[in-house]
C-alpha cells in the first residue's frame, strides 16, 4: 500500500504565472482535500473532492481551482500567482464522505515559492 | 465562522516535566485531531477523538476532550528531547467530513 505523495516537491514561480501542483491519493482512497499552509501558521483548507466532484470549499478566491481523475489522484491549479501563494501546499486522502468519511491522511507536500 | 484557538503558541519544556497544550474551539464539532509537524514536513497524525470524554494516549502524549467546554487538551507527561516538534489541534465541521479548520499551532522545544 501506497502513501499519499506529491509533485513536485519544490517549486519556484514569479507573480502572474500559473502553476499545477499533483496528488496521489493513497491506495483505496477516492475523497482528496488540499490545505494551504503559510510560513507559521496552520493549514488552511482550500477545497475538497469526492469522485471527480468538488466536495466543498475554504475561502479561496476562483484562481485556485482543482480536479479530480478517475484513478483519484488530483491536481491543484493556480493562475495569476501573488506573492502570498507561496506557502507549503498539502494533499491529504481519506476514504468515503461526510460523516462516514475515514481520518485523512496528508502527503509531503509541495513547497511553492513566488517571487 | 468555526475558529480555533491553541495556546500557548510556544511552550520550552525541561526534560522530565509535564506539560499541557489547550485548544478551544467556536462551534460544536463531531471530530477533534491532533497533529504534530517537524520542521519542513508534513502533517503526522496524532489522534483522532470522536466524543466527549474521549481520552487518548499514545507513549507520552495524552489526548482529551470536553465537547461542553469546546475544549481539548494535549497532555505530555515527562518531556523528551524526541517531542520538540509543531502541534496543531484540528476541527472537523459536523457533517462535512475532514475538511479541518486548524489551530495555529503550539511550538515545542524540549530542552536538555
Known amino acids: 500500500e501506497t502513501g499519499v505523495t506529491q509533485s513536485p516537491t519544490h517549486l519556484i514561480k514569479t507573480r502572474g504565472q500559473q502553476v499545477t501542483l499533483r496528488c496521489s491519493s493513497q491506495?483505496?482512497?477516492?475523497?482528496v482535500s488540499w490545505y494551504q499552509q503559510a510560513l507559521g501558521q496552520g493549514p488552511q483548507f482550500i477545497f475538497q473532492?469526492?469522485?471527480?466532484?468538488?466536495?466543498g470549499r475554504g475561502n479561496f478566491p476562483p484562481r485556485f481551482s482543482g480536479l479530480q481523475f478517475p484513478n483519484y489522484s488530483s491536481e491543484l491549479n493556480v493562475n495569476a500567482l501573488e506573492l502570498d501563494d507561496s506557502a507549503l501546499y498539502l494533499c491529504?486522502?481519506?476514504f468515503g464522505q461526510g460523516l462516514l468519511q475515514e481520518t485523512q491522511y496528508f502527503g509531503p507536500g509541495t513547497r511553492l515559492l513566488v517571487l | 465562522e468555526l475558529k480555533v484557538e491553541q495556546n500557548p503558541l510556544f511552550l520550552s519544556m525541561q526534560e522530565g516535566k509535564n506539560y499541557t497544550i489547550y485548544c478551544n474551539y467556536s462551534?460544536?464539532?463531531?471530530?477533534l485531531y491532533w497533529y504534530r509537524q517537524d520542521p519542513g514536513k508534513s502533517l503526522e497524525s496524532l489522534f483522532v477523538?470522536?466524543?466527549?470524554?474521549a481520552v487518548k494516549q499514545e507513549g507520552r502524549l495524552m489526548a482529551s476532550l470536553d465537547t461542553k467546554a469546546r475544549l481539548s487538551t494535549l497532555h505530555i507527561t515527562a518531556a523528551v528531547h524526541d517531542l520538540s516538534a509543531t502541534y496543531f489541534c484540528?476541527?472537523?465541521?459536523?457533517?462535512?467530513?475532514?475538511?479541518?479548520?486548524f489551530g495555529g499551532g503550539t511550538r515545542v522545544l524540549v530542552k536538555p
Open positions: 491529504a486522502s481519506s
Open positions: 491506495s483505496g482512497h477516492n475523497t
Open positions: 473532492y469526492y469522485r471527480e466532484e468538488e466536495n
Open positions: 462551534t460544536t464539532s463531531d471530530r
Open positions: 477523538l470522536l466524543s466527549n470524554g
Open positions: 484540528a476541527v472537523d465541521q459536523g457533517a462535512a467530513g475532514n475538511k479541518l479548520t
